[in-house]
């Protein structure tokens, strides 16, 4: 009978034992928990957030000079941007195209950036109807600017590549894309974008 009361103690002792001792661990906060069951980090959503700047129907007038194109080409195009995957990502479609001695392009591309809460940084895919595609990592340097850099090689030509956009308002941004294939930066692309008007549903 001393021995059954003995055990029970101990048991009871090991009980208390166990529940202050996580009693004294500090409470885990609401996103901790979300990130507990793969070790992620919370989703980003303050920086996400500074992205809906870019959401809508933009038009764009733009002037390039890419090597192998006339210079100073004019571009028009138009580009819709909506948020897809739950929301961790933008996803922008881009259509636009030129005309050079009296025969024209037509040029579509795609683009998906996010926040990578783990390497802390924006991160942008970009893919076309040209076969070309990139990976860049983004930053805001302040408010209003936002710039994206990446690197390539381009027939044997390694190069880097860095685009920077402005706020200018809500409905209007700039954005100049360089490149520097080992002789300093040189301006490929100066666009302006507009924000078109959203349509009102009919009802």
């Given at each position: 009978m001393r021995k059954s009361?003995?055990?029970?103690?101990?048991?009871?002792?090991?009980?208390?034992?166990?529940?202050?001792?996580?009693?004294?661990?500090?409470?885990?906060?609401?996103?901790?928990q979300e990130a507990m069951p793969m070790g992620m980090p919370p989703m980003p959503t303050a920086e996400l957030?500074?992205?809906?700047?870019?959401l809508g129907t933009w038009s764009g007038d733009e002037t390039i000079n890419f090597p192998g194109m006339p210079p100073n080409t004019k571009t028009k195009s138009t580009i819709v941007t909506k948020k897809t995957l739950g929301g961790m990502y933008i996803m922008g479609s881009y259509k636009g195209g030129w005309e050079v001695d009296g025969k024209?392009?037509?040029?579509?591309?795609?683009?998906?950036?996010?926040?990578?809460?783990?390497k802390q940084t924006y991160r942008e895919w970009w893919f076309d109807s040209m076969g070309w595609g990139s990976e860049s990592q983004g930053k805001w340097v302040d408010d209003k600017t936002y710039v994206a850099e990446s690197?390539?090689?381009?027939?044997?030509?390694?190069?880097?590549?860095?685009?920077?956009?402005?706020?200018v308002s809500p409905t209007k941004h700039?954005?100049?894309?360089?490149?520097d294939m080992g002789q300093?930066?040189?301006?490929?692309?100066?666009?302006?974008?507009?924000?078109?008007?959203?349509?009102?549903?009919?009802?």
């Open positions: 009361l003995a055990i029970l103690l101990v048991l009871v002792l090991a009980t208390a034992l166990v529940v202050a001792v996580a009693q004294d661990k500090p409470a885990k906060s609401k996103s901790e957030a500074k992205l809906d700047v870019f024209k392009t037509d040029f579509e591309g795609m683009s998906l950036t996010t926040y990578d809460a783990m690197s390539g090689d381009m027939g044997g030509q390694p190069f880097k590549q860095r685009g920077t956009t402005n706020i700039t954005t100049k894309m360089e490149m300093g930066w040189v301006t490929t692309m100066e666009g302006t974008y507009t924000k078109q008007a959203e349509k009102k549903a009919n009802k």
